[in-house]
């Protein structure tokens, strides 16, 4: 209530043309106050399902923008369309050969991303580093473990006294945008989490992958997110609980060698991909000051 009261007092003090929500509760009473005033509306929300706070602005809002057709029936028709996520600039610029030059690798082994998501995942750290010799046998490895997670995968590796890894096994604990394009294009497979955005950028890159699911996202997001992308073929879904030695490396070895499958995946993701998704919600923005 105290939010609804000082989105009234700043939303009257500058009057903006148009508001644009991304959800979360936080924007709940900044939407309903420019309801009051009648200021123009557009939500967008990311995931397969949308959350509370979105099922709630939108009914308020004048546009709904959705980045899966499983969120459509959450909102009025006449009102909603399905723009996909926005990708982040460069993400499309990757280079097989720069990656290759980058990381010292040859072309002789597929090569294996693991993504944590931005902040890193410890319980996938640790499943991978169980399996990492075996891994490094048959793959090249690019694992990105998120900063917090950095020292402690270093000491696992370091335990396993694996040799010289240069060319077999990359460990850092952020990637930049070129960076993560090299190694989006480079990969044979990923597994990553199974964020909005981060599906979004294996859309675009057309990769097939594992999707691991946070347990603990808001709404269980990561989770619709995942099945939704795997009922049309598009990913494999191992939920954590089943991050076992073996059955993470079977999944893993089994997708690698099936050459077929993996194309498969790699093109039924990339319906998921839509390059003009800023740009449209861009335009839906622009549309409603127009038309007020």
Request: with cysteine.
């Amino acid at each position: 209530m105290i939010g609804f009261f000082q989105a009234l007092y700043h939303l009257y003090r500058y009057m903006p043309d148009a508001v644009f929500s991304k959800g979360s509760y936080a924007a709940v009473p900044i939407v309903l106050a420019a309801w009051i005033y009648r200021i123009p509306i557009m939500t967008q929300d990311s995931d397969a399902i949308p959350g509370v706070a979105n099922k709630i602005m939108g009914k308020f809002a004048d546009k709904i923008a959705v980045a899966y057709p499983s969120a459509v029936q959450f909102f009025e028709s006449g009102r909603v369309a399905i723009t996909g996520n926005p990708v982040r600039e460069g993400i499309l610029e990757g280079s097989i050969e720069r990656a290759r030059s980058r990381y010292q690798c040859s072309s002789e082994k597929l090569t294996l991303l693991v993504l944590g998501g931005s902040l890193g995942s410890r319980s996938m750290n640790i499943a991978f580093a169980k399996i990492l010799p075996k891994l490094l046998d048959q793959f090249f490895v690019i694992h990105q473990t998120g900063m917090a997670n950095i020292d402690e995968m270093r000491r696992r590796v370091e335990e396993l006294n694996l040799g010289d890894l240069s060319g077999r096994y990359v460990l850092t604990p952020f990637m930049d945008i070129g960076e993560l394009s090299d190694a989006l294009s480079l990969a044979d497979l990923i597994v990553s989490r199974a964020g909005a955005n981060a599906i979004a950028e294996i859309a675009a890159v057309g990769k097939p992958s594992i999707l691991i699911p946070l347990p603990s996202a808001a709404n269980d997001e990561q989770h619709m997110n995942a099945y939704e992308i795997a009922r049309v073929g598009g990913a494999v879904v191992l939920e954590e609980v089943n991050l076992g030695e073996n059955m993470l490396f079977e999944k893993i070895t089994d997708i690698m060698n099936d050459v077929s499958f993996r194309s498969k995946m790699g093109t039924a993701v990339r319906a998921f991909y839509h390059a003009d998704a800023s740009s449209r919600i861009a335009e839906g923005v622009v549309d409603l000051i127009r038309e007020r």
